[in-house]
């Protein structure tokens, strides 16, 4: 989120946290949760890391993909998908806060399949920044949104199946701004249309026909004008979303956002799910993607009216002391597909 709330001690804390630790790729024989010294102890879609003072074993670092195990035949809304929160403010600028440690290329391939980025008009360009009072500046900027968006379509051209969401949190206030940044990226060969977008809870188009049609990036904004001067769709008109922060993980409570309606209201067929704390530190996102996680998307559920989320959004997203966040989207998927608690129970 674009509130910036971060004392120069915290940002330095983050940045500096001995708990910092790359996943690479895996080609060991250990399984998950056996201990190990290394990533390339760890079996393919394993990372190694010691989550507080426990001893370091082998964690999912990849997610399940729902369309290998079941199918893509289903409405989209039918899925569950991993979502990175600010998912531009990777480690490695300094005095920046980060809330993820992979670049937006690796989490794409490792099966984050929805970004949440604050775009802001900086130096006559869209940037993406974690700023304040609605602009950006030079100490708070990342990093340009065009050169993300050309990383986004280079990943769509070369996975011809993979749909990709956009949640903009949107300052960007210049005519066409936004427009003229996907134009150029080429990402509008990939745009889903607003008007092919399920009004009233009603069902989204089918995956298979998504596909077949190329209507494979769908993006929302923050700013209500854009859906009708840009044709970019107002995410509060199709999306419901919890609280996020330090108010969106209290155990048991699932209260939502103050932009969104009520996580009741029904009108709405797609769910979203923040768990992430104000202040992002890795040694306790290990904490918070595990057995934490699995509860909020439960109490979530109750709180949507029995619905389970469409996309769950984390900081570091790897951090786990097992399946993490990874297995969190299974679940979702299982529940969501064929009502069962993981989506590898639906294979039929």
């Known amino acids: 989120m674009a509130s910036f709330k971060f004392v120069f001690a915290v940002a330095v804390l983050v940045m500096v946290h001995p708990a910092a630790i790359s996943f690479v790729s895996s080609s060991g024989s250990l ?13 393919v879609g394993l990372g190694c890391f010691k989550c507080g003072i426990d001893i370091a074993t082998c964690v999912r670092s990849n997610i399940t993909d729902p369309f290998s195990v079941v199918n893509n035949s289903m409405p989209f809304n039918k899925y569950a998908f991993l979502t990175t929160h600010n998912s531009y403010a990777i480690e490695g600028k300094p005095l920046h806060v980060a809330t993820q440690e992979d670049t937006i290329v690796q989490q794409l391939n490792s099966g984050v399949r929805a970004l949440m980025l604050d775009t802001y008009d900086y130096q006559g360009d869209v940037w993406f920044c974690h700023s304040f009072d609605e602009k950006c500046f030079e100490l708070t900027k990342f990093n340009r949104a065009i050169d993300t968006f050309k990383e986004l379509f280079a990943f769509l051209t070369a996975n011809p199946s993979e749909i990709v969401t956009l949640f903009l949190e949107d300052y960007v206030k210049s005519p066409n701004g936004l427009t003229k940044v996907f134009t150029d990226s080429g990402l509008k060969k990939f745009w889903f249309p607003v008007q092919n977008m399920a009004l009233g809870g009603r069902d989204w188009p089918l995956v298979k026909d998504m596909v077949a049609n190329n209507h494979r990036l769908i993006v929302f ?14 995410q509060w008109n199709y999306v419901v979303e919890n609280q996020y922060g330090d108010d969106g993980v209290k155990p048991d409570e699932c209260s939502n956002r103050g932009e969104s309606k009520l996580l009741t209201d029904k009108t709405k067929a797609l769910v979203l799910v923040n768990h992430f704390k104000t202040v992002p530190v890795k040694l306790l996102t290990c904490e918070e993607n595990s057995e934490q996680l699995l509860d909020m998307i439960k109490t979530c559920y109750v709180a949507a009216g029995n619905r389970w989320a469409n996309y769950v959004a984390v900081n570091f997203y790897k951090r786990s002391d097992g399946g993490g966040t990874f297995q969190a989207v299974d679940k979702l ?9 993981d989506v590898h129970a639906c294979s039929f």
């Not at 949760?33 to 079996?43: A, N, R």
């Not at 998927?333 to 608690?341: H, M, S």
């Open 31 to 43: 399984e998950l949760g056996d201990q190990c010294s290394s990533d390339e102890d760890c079996k």
């Open 221 to 234: 904004t923050s700013a209500e004008s854009k859906q009708v001067t840009e044709g970019i769709a107002y």
């Open 333 to 341: 998927n299982g529940e969501l597909l064929c009502g069962r608690d």
